[in-house]
Nanobody, 122 residues
Framework: QVPLLESGGGSVQAGGSLRLSCARS????????MAWFRQAPGKEREGVGG???????YYVDSVKGRFTISKDDATNTLHLQMNNLRPGDTAMYYC????????????????WGQGTQVTVSS
């Protein structure tokens, strides 16, 4: 399977912003639930948030009010706008997607990207 492709990672100072994007040709994102995950060195992968099949967005508590997930079905692109970044946000960020109703309801995904690195310095 052709993976999802993330972009937009980089290095910023604390308080800065980054916007991540996720795309893949051949997938109609309007039919998919999608999510962002992250994994820091030595830590387990953590769900950041996502958009369910009904279009509703959800976020992990640690990013609420700072991160915004949006999906552009016209361009088949998922975005993660990250504001007021903290050193604790440093991680590899992954995009995920699925179109199966049961997997989406359980926030499980079959399509994954290879990640983009976000580094936040204090």
């Amino acid at each position: 399977q052709v993976p999802l492709l993330e972009s937009g990672g980089g290095s910023v100072q604390a308080g800065g912003s980054l916007r991540l994007s996720c795309a893949r040709s051949g997938l109609r994102f309007s039919n998919y639930c999608m999510a962002w995950f992250r994994q820091a060195p030595g830590k387990e992968r953590e769900g950041v948030g996502g958009i369910d099949l009904d279009g509703s967005a959800y976020y992990v508590d640690s990013v609420k009010g700072r991160f915004t997930i949006s999906k552009d079905d016209a361009t088949n692109t998922l975005h993660l706008q990250m504001n007021n970044l903290r050193p604790g946000d440093t991680a590899m960020y992954y995009c995920a997607a699925d179109h199966n109703y049961v997997r989406c309801a359980n926030h499980r995904y079959d399509f994954w990207g290879q990640g983009t690195q976000v580094t936040v310095s204090s």
